[in-house]
């Protein structure tokens, strides 16, 4: 059929609402973007991002808000099985899991819900290698597990508005969450510090994490 022909008249059909889909309010990432714009109105800003996820067309929308460089780290789905210090694996080169090379000057990342999937020992290599990365003031935003399980692959995320989000499973199986409290996460990533924690309805902590020392 040819771009804008008449359509053909049909029966309505009704999508049924797919049940591995939900909707959350997200009340950090809301102050996350209300800094960003303060921080426009004041000094015309630019904004280096980084985003963990894969290519997302919602997310590049949603951002395309501000004047701002957006890279494409595309490694949540392999996080859980990067390899972890030991004998085998006596050093694990961040640069060669998240290449950030071209990265330089980064003012936000976002982990979504990327950290449950990290091994421990690895998130203060991570918290070291973005850091080096990152300007004065720069931001990282997260949602971590709070209590029971979830699901085995990381969710998709799609930004409705600056205060409410979609996120949808990509697979019904599910393990058990980390669940690391505040303190804990604050000991593993010293190069942020947490300005901002929500506890979600469905059992997420919404983290705002900011370099330290700004």
């Not at 009704?14 to 591995?20: E, H, L, S, Y």
């Not at 963990?52 to 490694?75: M, P, Q, T, W």
């Not at 390899?83 to 998240?98: A, C, S």
Request: aromatic share 8%; with cysteine.
């Amino acid at each position: 059929m040819a771009l804008f022909a008449k359509p053909r008249v049909s029966a309505q059909v009704t999508q049924p609402v797919q049940p591995a889909s939900s909707e959350l309010g997200c009340p950090a990432f809301a102050s996350l973007v209300e800094a960003m714009e303060s921080r426009v109105e004041k000094e015309d800003a630019k904004f280096g991002i980084l985003d963990l996820a894969r290519a997302s067309g919602n997310h590049i929308e949603f951002f395309s808000r501000f004047r701002c460089k957006y890279h494409i780290g595309d490694v949540l789905a392999a996080m859980e099985s990067w390899p972890v210090p030991g004998e085998d694996t006596p050093v694990v080169d961040m640069e060669t899991l998240l290449p950030l090379h071209h990265a330089n000057g980064l003012d936000l990342v976002l982990a979504w819900d990327g950290l449950n999937y990290l091994h421990p020992e690895l998130l203060p290599l991570l918290s070291r290698h973005l850091a080096a990365r990152c300007n004065r003031g720069a931001w990282l935003h997260a949602f971590v597990y709070s209590r029971g399980d979830m699901p085995a692959s990381p969710l998709r995320f799609d930004v409705l508005s600056p205060n409410r989000m979609r996120c949808t499973r990509i697979t019904d199986d599910m393990v058990g969450a980390p669940c690391p409290p505040q303190r804990v996460l604050e000991s593993r990533m010293p190069e942020f510090r947490v300005v901002q924690s929500r506890l979600l309805q469905n059992g997420l902590q919404e983290y705002l994490f900011q370099i330290s020392g700004s």
